[in-house]
């Protein structure tokens, strides 16, 4: 596996802030979040700035408290921006949309249905004008992809925990986000079972090509699945504190990606920073 050597992005981006714009899809600039309290205002994120490419995988790293997790459901509008704003396609989002699919730390499924009809609320709504056929054949395609093809009946509630977040990751790539967002997806499960849905992640990721971000408190899990790790200084007023290109090459393999010369060396800058 080779690697760039020289790479000028982060430096470039770092000196003047920005990408061509018809290169970005997600734009935060200037992000505030403050939330009210008895001895005065909370400031959680403050003069936060990030460009995110399309096609590009970004993980976020930092503290707990540092606003990683406030930072996300304000991109998926779930939480009400302070102040700056956000843009999508450089169209300011006013609230929660297709555009962006979410996948939280517990997939939040309807406990009553079944994996196909959990995926189906999502492909409904997304996809109106398609025929009932041509909507089932989407939620049937992404169950299949992460390998649930057997367990299109079954009702939520009888699946494993690994197994739920097998739907929650079919449901947020068969509405065809532009914007993927990943909470913390595989914070609660097992090592093996984590390193399973890692690969079917990015396998899938790789076929579609969503720009992606996701929050992890899993330095080798940022360096396995990024193309830039976005390290967050801790809270209160928490904003980026430092950019980390991982050079590389895709499709990867975990075996080479351990193998690499500059695993480690990625590795400590990241665990430095931490502990900073």
């Known amino acids: 596996m080779s690697i760039i050597t020289e790479n000028t992005s982060t430096k470039s981006v770092l000196d003047n802030g920005l990408f061509p714009s ?4 997600l734009d935060l600039k200037n992000l505030k979040k403050v939330y009210p309290t008895p001895k005065g205002d909370y400031v959680v994120l403050e003069d936060l700035n990030l460009q995110i490419r399309k096609e590009e995988f970004v993980t976020i790293i930092g503290h707990s408290g540092c606003g990683k997790t406030t930072m996300l459901s304000m991109i998926a509008g779930l939480n009400p921006i302070s102040g700056g704003n956000i843009a999508v396609l450089g169209k300011h989002i ?12 517990s997939p939040s499924l309807m406990p009553w249905m079944t994996s196909l009809q959990n995926v189906l609320l999502g492909v409904n709504k997304v996809f109106p004008h398609a025929s009932k056929s041509q909507r089932n054949d989407i939620a049937k395609y992404y169950l299949q992809k992460v390998g649930l093809e057997d367990a299109f009946n079954k009702k939520a509630s009888e699946l494993s925990q690994g197994m739920q977040q097998r739907v929650g990751i079919a449901r947020a790539f068969a509405i065809k986000p532009k914007v993927l967002l990943l909470d913390e997806p595989f914070g609660m499960l ?34 396995f699945l990024a193309d830039r790790v976005v390290m967050m200084t801790s809270g209160p007023r928490a904003k980026i504190g430092d950019v980390l290109d991982i050079n590389f090459e895709r499709p990867r393999t975990r075996k080479a990606v351990l193998e690499h010369d500059d695993y480690y060396k990625y590795r400590k800058h990241l665990i430095d920073f931490l502990e900073h």
């Open 22 to 25: 018809n290169e970005v899809m």
């Open 94 to 105: 006013k609230g929660p949309g297709p555009d962006r699919g979410v996948i939280f730390q």
């Open 190 to 223: 097992d090592s093996l079972t984590r390193g399973e849905l890692q690969d079917i992640l990015i396998e899938i990721w790789n076929k579609e090509k969503i720009t992606a971000v996701m929050i992890t408190h899993d330095v080798d899990e940022a360096i």
